[in-house]
């Protein structure tokens, strides 16, 4: 909310939910998306009217579909009830498209649930839309068959993003001229062979030992048919500290 407060002028105009319903925030900034997205609600209040969550529901749709700098400028500081405002900013909300809590009902069987909610997205999409790659993977073993290609790259996210210019803002130009041949003058600063095809495991260091025993004990356990967690390791530290040997070794 506090990016919806916070929006260029150039986008007084939009409600928070039809903000987000056309609008992706990337990079400090919003940025029109290619096409609607996916909004739920959650808790969802019901909309059964007069009920006992009557009051939640009208703040809800009045902070989705009224245009607001703050929630002070919507209720007068707390003067003026929800259910007051719903009822002055009636048309206002109409205007926007309906969001997921769908229109007030006067009986308690014509109310749209959670559950009825759900049945719109098949389980298995939902599973599928939301799964992070490495949770499907790391489930596979070290034996599987991948059929399945990445969508790195294709989504929203990464179309959005400026992979060339974002971390050159960090480096000045002689640095930048130099990157090509960062690696080399790495690896003759800290004797390290880089490009060396034939890794040897007993040269690794005591913290690249234990990491490389606990991956193979992992991997020995899979093997051999145990019932084990996936396992989920980063390997972290500077350039030069030995990261891409011991994933050689690996």
């Known amino acids: 909310m506090k990016r919806y407060w916070d929006r260029a002028t150039d986008l ?16 400090g900034q919003w940025k029109q998306s290619t096409k ?23 703040r809800v749709k009045v902070i989705l579909h009224v245009r607001h700098r703050n929630i002070q400028e919507l209720n007068e500081d707390g ?22 809590l769908g229109e007030p009902v006067d009986k308690e069987e014509d109310e749209i649930t959670d559950e009825e909610d759900d049945l719109e997205v098949p389980e298995d999409d939902y ?66 062979e880089v490009d060396e095809d034939n890794v040897d ?7 690249q030992k234990q990491i490389f025993k606990r991956i193979e004990s992992h991997y020995l356990n899979m093997n051999a048919g145990h019932q084990v967690e996936p396992l989920k390791i980063m390997i972290m530290g500077t350039a030069g500290t030995g990261k891409s040997y011991l994933i050689k070794s690996i």
Request: glycine letters at 2%; aromatic letters at 12%.
């Open 201 to 207: 495991y007993t040269t690794l260091n005591e913290k």
């Open 12 to 27: 007084e105009e939009f409600s928070l939910y039809r903000l987000n319903l056309t609008h992706k925030f990337d990079n």
């Open 36 to 58: 609607e997205n996916i909004i739920r609600i959650w808790p969802r209040p019901s909309s059964l009217r007069e009920g006992p969550q009557w009051e939640e529901y009208c």
């Open 127 to 192: 599973e599928e839309e939301f799964r992070a790659d490495w949770m499907v993977l790391a489930e596979m073993g070290p034996n599987a068959n991948i059929k399945q290609s990445s969508e790195l790259g294709t989504r929203d996210m990464d179309k959005n993003h400026d992979w060339i210019n974002e971390d050159k803002q960090y480096y000045d130009n002689s640095e930048l001229m130099e990157a090509n041949t960062f690696l080399e003058r790495v690896s003759k600063n800290e004797g390290i």
């Open 79 to 100: 003067t003026v009830t929800w259910t007051t405002l719903y009822e002055r900013y009636k048309v206002e909300i109409n205007n926007d498209p309906n969001d997921a």
